[in-house]
């Protein structure tokens, strides 16, 4: 190099030499150039699990949308959000539709997912608040799932021919209970009949055991159910307590003696120790009088055209009386409905006998049958007869239930038939003599005929 040229002068303060110059040491000659290194990592450092508490969910009274105001927890790892590796955020929503559809009454199950309910970029810093409005189109209640997807910052690094899934880091966020905001209608009794339950043993060779569980009535409803959505069940309504307003009221259930009956009074007004899921009774606000009452929700379960609610009660001893009527108050009943709009209007059913309990124990020695009934009774005593039937060989009892009180009629009909000498009545002390077994072709069996004494207390 010259050293007339000034550029010698540069060169030696401090003095570069001009093999360095000739390596690029020279920032005169070649001047320096910023080069930002990017740790491009594939995945977003961590799952974006969202913090959503009851109060920043909105969904008010007869609202078809619910609105989420979730936040992230910043984080390098584990849950939160990394906005540094995170560079987008998608919300995906799923939940099952419960609805009563189809010619036959069904608990239908209709799985719905809404692929890209919101999407949002993000920027370096504190992970910003996320505002999602979630429109259904009704007031019904859901149990909702939400997925939050976070997408690398980096994927544009990566070679286009690998697949999304990843860049990506999903998590399920905990089930939102999206409440149902309207108020449900009263349901549409078809009837009220009694129901029965049978239990049957023989705990020893010599020994039977039936027991007819009969303290429980059969609610007959209307289609269709689940107006508001999942969990809708039907209540029995009844007052808090007999000094409150609505003790006297049409809208809580009420209870009274069969007066053609010898038999213990009984309260007007069940508590909740009256049923068998006592455990299930909660309060709520009943709108007719602005005040408290005491519910006890039952499943319903499809039937044919219909659907139908079995109510057990456990009455208490103390309050046991024979036959006694019950004129329920029902209503449709929503557990998950915002404050106020659980409990539909009341509907009132007819009255309908709640009948008694009977534990049957037949016991053999030799050739005799020892005969025990035991369950409420009036006093005096109903008739009871036990009878002794039988049916012909080669076919089988299970499936037969035609029963003839005249042995003689109709031989060529397959029918239970009495078998002569083979029935006894309860005396008026309550002890029912043995029968004794004849031999006979084909199966044997004890039928129990229970009748109540009208027409005599009627003659009294």
């Not at 004890?446 to 027409?455: A, D, M, P």
Request: hydrophobic content about 40%.
């Amino acid at each position: 190099m010259s050293d007339h040229l000034a550029v010698t002068d540069y060169l030696s303060n401090p003095p570069i030499s001009p093999e360095q110059t000739l390596l690029g040491c020279n920032p005169l000659v070649t001047p320096p150039r910023r080069i930002l290194v990017v740790h491009a990592v594939r995945s977003p450092l961590a799952e974006p699990k969202w913090n959503l508490p009851g109060t920043a969910v909105e969904r008010g009274p007869g609202a078809t949308a619910v609105v989420l105001n979730a936040t992230f927890t910043p984080a390098g790892s584990g849950f939160g959000l990394h906005t540094d590796s995170t560079g987008r955020l998608e919300v995906a929503a799923s939940w099952t539709e419960v609805e009563d559809v189809g010619d036959q009454a069904a608990i239908g199950q209709r799985p719905v997912t809404v692929a890209h309910l919101h999407s949002q970029s993000l920027d370096r810093g504190d992970p910003p608040p996320v505002r999602i409005r979630h429109e259904f189109g009704d007031a019904k209640h859901r149990a909702v799932t939400y997925t939050v997807k976070a997408t690398s910052r980096f994927r544009e690094y990566f070679k286009d021919t690998e697949p999304e899934e990843a860049f990506q880091s999903s998590h399920r966020q905990d089930t939102l209970e999206a409440l149902s905001t309207v108020r449900p209608a009263a349901p549409l009794v078809l009837g009220v009949v009694p129901g029965f339950e049978w239990q049957r043993s023989q705990p020893a060779a010599d020994r039977v055991e039936h027991t007819r569980h009969a303290q429980r009535l059969r609610v007959e409803l209307a289609r269709p159910w689940f107006q508001t959505g999942a969990g809708e069940q039907l209540a029995v309504v009844l007052a808090t307590s007999d000094s409150d307003p609505t003790a006297k009221s049409e809208w809580v259930t009420r209870v009274g003696r069969d007066p053609l009956f010898a038999t213990s009074a009984t309260a007007p007004r069940p508590t909740s120790a009256w049923f068998a899921n006592a455990a299930a009774a909660r309060q709520v606000m009943l709108s007719e009088s602005n005040t408290p009452v005491t519910i006890i929700p039952v499943d319903v379960t499809p039937a044919g055209d219909r659907w139908y609610a079995d109510i057990e009660f456990t009455v208490p001893a103390a309050a046991a009386s024979y036959n006694p009527f019950v004129r329920l108050a029902v209503a449709r009943y929503q557990r998950d409905s915002i404050d106020g709009l659980q409990l539909s209007p009341v509907t009132v059913t007819d009255m309908v006998p709640l009948l008694p309990d009977r534990h049957v124990v037949v016991t053999r020695t030799g050739n005799q049958l020892g005969i025990s009934v035991d369950g409420l009774s009036p006093n005096p005593l109903n008739r009871l007869e036990a009878i002794l039937e039988s049916c012909g060989p080669g076919v089988p009892p299970e499936d037969l239930d035609v029963v003839v009180d005249d042995a003689a009629a109709e031989p060529h009909l397959s029918a239970w038939r009495p078998v002569a000498g083979g029935s006894v009545v309860r005396s008026a002390n309550g002890s029912i003599p043995p029968l004794t077994l004849v031999s006979t072709p084909g199966r044997l069996r004890i039928r129990l005929r229970e009748t109540e004494n009208i027409t005599e207390r009627f003659q009294r």
